[in-house]
């Protein structure tokens, strides 16, 4: 496509999708106020949630999303470490490697100026309440450091590629005139320029593009087709190309929770299913209100001509009534009678509703099940189990998903840029391997820790086996299922011994006690004969005697 037919793509995506932002819009409205601005331009003094009369669906929300970041992202750990798809690649000096990479990366995400926690802190909100959101991942501009940053759902579009993979991100980007002229230079339109010197913080509406390379004719220019991507800045107004260059960085990460064949968009399980739940509990909260309201202040009856001024009902007020009204005729000033019989059930079905919406937004499944003292291996175990099961839905997607593509993003930057050290200081079992990540969460926590409560259950199997024949000690290898088990409870590679180490070791030990037993032997083999020796002179003297 040339750049006419690629700008026409991005306004038609955006034109298509109109129907999905009202879904949004109402989706924020009810659980994300502060980011319902998708159909309505808010100023800085709107009030959010004015129109809401509880807040009890806003603080599921935030629940979910601050639980999102805290569980799969804890900073008071390394939540994610790399490894090879190749088992057989991981050696103990691959794995020191892998180690050493981890470290790099990690600090390089939480430098202070890569912003990384703050886009992920957005990003998770949006993800909760919306089912995706959309991060880049790129090199910041003086090329020292990693930038991360979390657009607004309503400024980005993309489409899938055969493979089920986003390979087209447009993002509407509105910077100052001045950010263009500092960023672009001389690329810029004249018009840009010479605005930019007599309204430097106006915003200029541009289009960021990122595409498969067979997607772009490059205008006119040759683009190197070993690089897989093309980067296009594009000045809407003038219809003026900024810049368009091949790279190898897709820089979007779009994480998608819960997704339908034949769309590209996700949504989110947990407001879909509680949106019926919010509408219902903001009406019935508002009944309830009422209802309490009429109960402490009642409406009131008043006899006509016989009532001299306002009702005052308040605190301390006086309702004039006129003295010759006679109250054998019935009260001047009455309450209307209420039956609020029915209230406390009212209150049982808001905090039925209440229980829905912690159902809906899985906050019932986000705690690992309570050990007691007393339980026994095989207990704990069907509790965990069941917890993962629980679990799994939450965790499974936003683990490949959302961090999986946040981690090569940055390991692929990173790599590029020389981070890790010189690619011939990679260990020859991690050339040309594939590298993935391994998150360590909740989830992943329950599942390795099976691998310890299953070695505590064999070794319980084994004592009751020993009892009936000693053979048995000779089925289970101990050495790998001690070292599986230590590496379930993430001890660090450079604690353990390679194979070959222990085999030396090994070896080394079987020839100390080898060289022991000889020592042993020829040490009482010496007294023996030192004995024997004694014995004969003393026969020899008693015969000489």
């Known amino acids: 496509m040339d750049i006419k037919l690629l700008v026409a793509t991005v306004q038609d995506l955006f034109t298509k999708r109109s129907s999905l932002v009202s879904r949004w819009q109402e989706i924020g409205d009810n659980f994300y106020p502060e980011r319902a601005d998708f159909t309505v331009n808010r100023t800085l003094g709107d009030q959010f949630a004015e129109h809401l009369m509880t807040s009890y669906p806003i603080q599921c929300r935030r629940e979910l999303g601050d639980q999102i970041g805290s569980m799969l992202r804890p900073t008071s750990k390394e939540w994610a470490k790399m490894e090879t798809t190749d088992r057989e690649r991981q050696s103990n000096e691959a794995k020191r490697w892998l180690e050493m990479a981890d470290g790099i990366q990690r600090r390089a995400m939480y430098d ?40 607004h759902l309503r400024d980005v579009v993309w489409m899938e590629g ?29 018009k ?10 106006k915003e200029h509406e541009c289009l960021h593009i990122i595409c498969d390379i067979e997607m772009f004719d490059g205008n006119g220019e040759k683009a190197n087709r070993k690089l897989p991507y093309w980067t296009i800045y594009y000045d809407v107004p003038n219809n003026h190309i900024l810049e368009a260059i091949p790279t190898w960085n897709k820089e979007y990460a779009i994480p998608r929770w819960q997704t339908v064949s034949g769309s590209q968009y996700a949504f989110s399980p947990a407001t879909i299913v509680a949106l019926p739940d919010a509408r219902l509990i903001q009406a019935m909260t508002y009944t309830l209100l009422e209802a309490g309201e009429k109960a402490t202040n009642p409406p009131m009856i008043a006899t006509k001509d016989a009532v001299r001024s306002d009702i005052s009902i308040y605190a301390g007020g006086i ?65 965990v189990q069941e ?9 499974e997607p936003m683990e490949m998903n959302y961090n999986g593509q946040i981690m090569e993003l940055t390991f692929d930057l990173l790599m590029r840029a020389n ?16 590298i993935q990540f391994r998150f360590e969460s909740p989830l992943h926590d329950a599942i390795e820790m099976q691998k310890g409560n299953k070695f505590m259950e064999m070794k ?28 379930g409870i993430q001890v660090p590679a450079k604690w353990l011994n390679t194979p070959q180490e222990v085999q030396a070791k090994v070896e080394q030990n079987a020839e100390q006690m080898q060289m022991a037993q000889t020592l042993a032997a020829a040490e009482q083999g010496g007294k023996a004969a030192n004995s024997l020796a004694g014995a004969e002179k003393s026969m020899s003297e008693v015969n000489s005697g």
């Not at 981070?419 to 594939?434: M, N, T, V, W």
Request: glycine letters at 6%; a negative charge.
């Open 112 to 151: 202070r100026k890569s912003q990384f926690t703050r886009a992920t802190k957005e990003g998770d909100h949006d993800f909760a309440a919306f089912g995706q959101c959309v991060l880049s991942v790129r090199l910041n501009r003086n090329l020292d450091g990693l930038l991360y940053r979390c657009w």
């Open 162 to 190: 055969e493979d089920g993979e986003v390979n087209f991100t447009a993002r509407k980007w509105k910077p100052y005139l001045k950010d263009l002229v500092t960023i672009f230079g001389g690329k810029n339109h004249q």
């Open 192 to 201: 840009v320029m010479d605005a930019a010197l007599k309204t430097p913080f």
């Open 319 to 383: 309702t004039w009534v006129d003295q010759d009204y006679d109250e054998r005729l019935g009260a001047s000033l009455r309450p209307i009678d209420q039956d609020y019989r029915q209230l406390p059930i009212g209150l049982d079905m808001q905090q039925d509703s209440r229980l829905m919406l912690r159902q809906a937004f899985f906050l019932n499944k986000l705690n690992l099940p309570e050990r007691t003292p007393d339980a026994t291996a095989y207990e704990i175990g069907q509790r």
């Open 387 to 395: 917890y993962i099961r629980g679990a799994m839905p939450i965790f």
């Open 419 to 434: 981070a890790f050290g010189s690619p011939f200081d990679i260990p020859k079992e991690l050339q040309g391997a594939e």
């Open 460 to 487: 319980a199997l084994i004592r009751e086996a020993v009892e009936l024949d000693q053979d048995a000690l000779t089925l289970p290898n101990m050495t790998e299922a001690l070292r599986d088990a230590l590496m």
